[in-house]
């Protein structure tokens, strides 16, 4: 009876270390895993933290873009207000050449009538000159004809 139980006693204890060393192994897996899904679940965390980040630097971006495109449509618009500006005053320039054009033509048409009312004037002064010598003259021969009418009336 004692070779049966020392015999059954082996094989339990054999049994026992096999168990043992599966459980060993099992455990070496389930450690591993453990440890791989503790791995993974700190990656996922760092993912997530990234992710995050990512997407406060993308709402960051969007709010800049925003922001960047209000700037452009006000730059758009005063430069929309400068052309219009740029165009009034082209056109008052414009204006103003004409005005200054008419200004140009009306004074060398004053200056031509200025020489014409000079020219008449003198012409006119000419003409009073000329009248003045003839009255001289006329009066010069009426001397003459009185003195001629009064030496004929000595001699009559």
């Known amino acids: 009876m004692g070779c049966c139980f020392t015999k059954e006693l082996k094989a339990r204890i054999k049994e026992l270390e096999e168990s043992n060393a599966l459980l060993d192994r099992q455990l070496k897996g389930v450690t591993k895993r453990a440890s791989t899904a503790e791995q993974l679940s700190k990656d996922a965390k760092q993912r997530a933290s990234t992710a995050e980040q990512l997407s406060k630097d993308a709402e960051q ?87 001629t009418a009064e030496q004929l009336s000595k001699d009559a």
């Open 61 to 147: 971006r969007a709010s800049t873009a925003e922001q960047l495109s209000k700037d452009a449509k006000q730059r758009a618009s005063t430069a929309e207000q400068l052309s219009k500006d740029a165009e009034q005053r082209a056109s008052t320039a414009e204006q103003l050449s004409k005005d200054a054009e008419q200004r140009a033509s009306t004074a060398e048409q004053l200056s031509k009538d200025a020489k014409q009312r000079a020219s008449t004037a003198e012409q006119l002064s000419k003409d009073a000159e000329q009248r003045a010598s003839t009255a001289e003259q006329l009066s010069k021969d009426a001397e003459q004809r009185a003195s």
